[in-house]
């Protein structure tokens, strides 16, 4: 979900023009990945993996003036993913 979140996010806000639009999305998977980690890893996890997505997204940013936009988002994506598959499972 939080690879959905990343990449969807920045996707709708490109290809729209309304950043707000893609906030909307990164929010949407962000709760649903959440939810998803609450139910199977508990709420202090959730909250951890949810302030890595956070993290990542607002790491992107900067790194995407070194890599570029689409590198970024797919370095930062890559690892939650990793943070997920790791800590989000029981």
Do not use: C, D, E
């Not at 996707?11 to 939810?35: H, N």
């Not at 996890?45 to 990542?56: K, M, P, V």
Request: glycine content about 18%; overall charge positive; proline content about 2%.
């Amino acid at each position: 979900m939080t690879t959905t979140g990343l990449f969807g996010g920045y996707a709708v806000a490109r290809l729209t023009g309304v950043r707000a639009l893609g906030g909307v999305a990164l929010a949407a998977a962000g709760a649903a990945a959440f939810a998803g980690w609450k139910q199977n890893v508990g709420v202090g996890r959730a909250a951890a993996l949810t302030g890595i997505y956070l993290a990542a997204f607002g790491g992107s940013h900067p790194l995407a003036k070194k890599l570029g936009a689409w590198p970024s988002v797919a370095t930062v994506a890559g690892a939650t993913a990793i943070a997920s598959l790791a800590a989000g499972r029981r």
